[in-house]
Each structure stands twice: as C-alpha cells, then as structure tokens.
C-alpha cells in the first residue's frame, strides 16, 4: 500500500488569496489525482495529475483556478487560486498503488480548507 | 457514463442493531470495479473492499459483508451488530473500465446512538 501526507492538514485563509497543498508519497506511483469534497457532499475528481506533463483536468475545473504540478512520481501540488468562500472544501490527494497483481486507490488525509 | 447511486442519505441506528447501505451503479462497461470506503468524522478514507464484476459472490469480514448482485446493478454492505465506531458517512465508487478516476455516489451518512 502507498502511505501518502499532505500539507497543511487545514488552514483558514482570506478571499482573494492562493493556497498551495502538497502530496507527498511513500513510492513511487503511475498515477496521481486531485478530489475535492465540498461541505457535506461526495467527492469529485479535480484532476489527474502528469508527470512531466501538464495536468488533465474534468469538467468544470480549469488550471487557471487550480494549477496542479507534479515534478517527480511522489510529489504533487494543488494550488487554489484566488479563493472564495465557495472553496472551502476538503482537498484530498490520491494515488494508485500496487496491491499483490492489482491496484488499489489510496487516498491522503485530507487538507480541510476554509475561505473566509 | 459511470454513476452511482445511494439513495440514503442519513440512517440512524441503535448500537448492536444491523445496518444495509444500498447502492446502485450504472455502467457500460462488461468488466469493472466497485469500492467502499469509509470516511470517519476525523475526515480521512478508509478503503473497505473491491470487487470485480467477474466475482458475484458475498464476502464477509468481521462485522461488515457485501451483497453484489450484478442482475439488479447493486453492491450493497451491511454492518452487523453495529458499534458506535461505525458512525461515518460510506461511499461507493466506481472506476470507468480502463480508467482509474473513481466516481463516487453521494455516501450515506451512518449514525450509531450508544
């Protein structure tokens, strides 16, 4: 299994400014995404996050407003741009990792983001 | 398009009592995935099971057990002689085939009363 942290675990941070949160992963790992999970609700993929290339983003998410970087394959960051209190959720990090002759879905503790 | 659905959104339940999280997914793909996870009120994932669509049978572990049923397009868990330990919200999920970005249904959001 993949052990994965996360920083800040939480912060509080004023509308209109940016926070970066950090992945960080025990091993080496193919693939890396982005989750967001809004106040009560279920989680929702940001974005898959490429080594060495820019970052696949779904629906609805642009890089503008989540820059997302990923220079080796145990590190990433997501950066929450210029923020409103409609940001306020909880980024979670994910990885796929190797389990026997199959892979599994880790997911990281969690930064809980509150926007004021 | 994958989606998944548990239509619960809150259940309550006295300590020691049984509890099912229905969910059901849809999906065009012949071979797939479907988890359980569990997200405790300290907020991290707690990954549960996987099943593939080639293995229909029931599984148990401990106090939890799994009810796949292909026919009907649900994988249901149940919680057995609950403790108040087991209060989380449970998601489903599912990965496209061929894909590994899990959609997940809305979680059903357990509450244990000591």
């Known amino acids: 299994s993949a052990v994965i942290s996360q920083k800040p675990s939480r912060d509080i941070c004023q509308r209109g400014t940016s926070l970066t949160i950090q992945c960080q992963v025990d091993s080496q790992v193919t693939m890396m995404f982005w989750y967001r999970q809004q106040p009560g609700q279920s989680l929702t993929l940001i974005a898959t996050?490429?080594?060495?290339?820019?970052?696949?983003?779904e629906s609805g998410f642009v890089i503008d407003k989540f820059p997302i970087s990923r220079p080796n394959l145990t590190f990433s960051t997501l950066t929450v741009s210029n923020m409103s209190p409609e940001d306020s959720s909880i980024y979670l990090c994910?990885?796929?990792?190797?389990?026997?002759?199959?892979?599994?879905?880790?997911f990281g503790p969690g930064t809980r983001l509150t926007v004021t | 398009a994958q989606k998944v659905t548990q239509a619960q959104t809150e259940i309550s339940v006295v300590e020691k009592e049984d509890v099912t999280l229905d969910c059901v997914y849809e999906?065009?793909?012949?071979?797939?995935?479907l988890f359980w996870y569990k997200q405790p009120p300290s907020g991290e994932l707690v990954f549960l099971i996987r099943r593939n669509s080639f293995d229909e049978q029931n599984e148990i572990s401990g106090r939890y057990s799994w009810n796949f049923q292909k026919s009907t397009s649900s994988f249901n868990f149940t919680i057995t002689a609950s403790q108040v330990v087991d209060s989380a919200v449970y998601f489903c999920?599912?990965?496209?085939?061929?894909?590994?970005?899990?959609?997940f249904g809305k979680g059903n959001q357990v509450v244990v009363i000591p």
């Open positions: 996050a490429n080594q060495g290339s820019e970052a696949t983003y």
């Open positions: 994910s990885v796929l990792g190797q389990q026997g002759s199959s892979y599994e879905q880790y």
């Open positions: 999920a599912l990965p496209p085939c061929g894909n590994n970005r899990l959609a």
């Open positions: 999906t065009r793909d012949t071979t797939y995935y």
